[in-house]
């Protein structure tokens, strides 16, 4: 039998005596179960130090950890992503008694940190570091970073904050616009990068001949069509290469740039959706491998140029064809047969290859085409069958990332030796329930945590359901 | 046809630690105890040459620790060792790698191996001499680092390749029973099946006594050994300096500090 309910499922975490099971389900548990199970959770100082370090743990257990007062364990717990803005609240008020600044750092750059405590280490906090971690954090909203901007003006620190705030994607447009006139080229240039960046000060550092600055905005979607011609005679490479990306680049300045003397600027414009069969034509034909890579992953590339680029003296041009979702089932059928197994992977992954061209494939020997037609949808379950028994973990791991493997297919692979592969199957949609509690017991806590969490997942969510099996 | 596997239980350290009272070691709450990266790549060198075996051949894991050494020795079970001897008392407690390879000595000359291998190192403790004290203690033909090896069960030579400095290897052949220390790398490790796993979990590890192997407490611990740890401690910190400034400040800093090397 499976477990029955949520107070069933605590009381077989109770019995295995696992702390790993025990953190799975703590969220489920009230009154004396639940202590029962923190018990077990912090039954040594060792395994509560793992669990609290551990990325996977509950919220709700880094919660309980909380109420250890150890201060490795608290250690931990300011480092864990896991750790809920309230415990967070709570080791501030710790550390900010007994004057620890190391810990006061670790909550003002976490990124569950609450707005109150970061107000008020941005109010009271005298460390340096404590200070700059904070205008680094987007958990900061803009108040808190124009209250850390004000009380570090004029101190030692506030051009290193402003570099942070000047990045940081909560700060204000009236902030940024305030900290841009007293900053160096590097802040201004981060500034006019900034999404909250005011259309005037844009405007007006248009017309700057800083290089930064012209990198930067030649990017930049709200500057003029006239700032980007001016930018795409720059001398600088970088600024080109700007203007090449920039999505508002006027077509006629592709002409230019296709030529580029520069393949940095060549390998931005072929990047672009919107070339017209001349400019592809001309690139395809590029010195450069990665121009003529990224013509060859073109989706907007003909195929003339496709059939072109599928015999090119470069692997990994060949490559990009075959992993082009344009390429046809003929293109793809010529590709695997490519002497350079790489390609041949590429087409093994390619979602238009034909189940007769990944049979073919399914008897190539090279491990990176087996993964592929491991993982592609169009691959015969029988085939499938075949290489879940393969010896290389990477093969079996693309049956079980493959949406179309049943769960037939899918069974032997429980017993698979690598314990990543029985978590992957513990969330794979296709097992059913009976297939996932089977991991119950399994030798790794990593599996056994999973299996008990997908459980008590489905006790939250489900509250009324009672899950029974045979 | 025997082959004896020495392995090590070692620990790694979390990225926070904190040192004994003592100042000698770091507190156990601390470190995460699993197989020796080396010794996987050991055993598995044995296990090839069980399998591709037409006679029968032997594989037996040895270790010297306390209980949770345990672990480690069924994992190597799991892997597919026939047996596993855990040797330990208290007193061996402070023993150094020279006095951790007599005691192996002593399990090696009861269990009459044709072969004895171990790794390189173990990647706790680092001295690299556990294997080599072992040959020295027996007498035995011995070569260290070996990244290939070529050996039938019954041959009276083996053909090894050992890695040297500047990516050169040495082929040497040597005669057999030889202590041979093992290189990462020289083969792709298996992970224990689950039917392993769980066979390996009712399979009896036999706990020999220093007794057993005619060794009493006076022959073993730290006052028999030769080095002895006199304080652990993390040196103060270096002269490492975060680059801070925005993204294109930090690219312009590494640009010259790479000018600077290059003396441009």
Redesign the interface.
Known sequence: MMFGSADALVQLAIKSRDPYVAAAVHELATGITKLELEALICGTRRTALAIARWEHTPASVLTALAGVHDEAIELRLDKNPGTSSSVLSGLYEEARSKDKAGLTKLIAQHLNSGTEVLRRIALHANDSECLLALSKNPAANAKVLAELSERASGSDIAVAIHKNIAQNASASAELLTRIFDASDVYTQAAILGHANCLAWLIAKAAASEEVLMMRVLARNRRVSKESLQRYAACEDAGVRAGVAANALTPVALFRHLIKDKSELVRREVASRVDLSEEHIEALSRDDDIWVRQRIARSPTTSLDVLYRLAVDAVADVRRAVARNSMSTVHLLNMLAEDKNAWVRSGVAYQANASQRILMKLADDKDVDVLSGVANNPNTPQSILKELVSSNEADVRRGVILNKSAARNTLLPLLEDPYYLHRVLLVHNPHLQAQDKWSLRDDPDFQVRFSVYRWAANICLKMPDTFLVTK | MKILVAVKQTAAL?E?F?IRDDGLDVD???M?YDLNEWDDFSLEEAMKIKESSDTEVEVVVVSVGPDRVDESLRKCLAKGADRAVRVWDGAAEGSDAIVVGRILTEVIKKEAPDMVFAGVQSSDQAYASTGISVASYLNWPHAAVVADLQYKPGDNKAVIRRELEGGMLQEVEINCPAVLTIQLGINKP?????????QA?TKPIEEVSLADIGLSANDVGAAQSMSRVRRMYIPEKGRATMI??????QA?KIIQIINEFKGA
């Open positions: 979390e926070d904190e156990e709450d601390f995460m298996r992970y224990a099946s689950l039917r392993g796993i769980k979990a801070e400034g925005t993204i294109s400040e312009a």
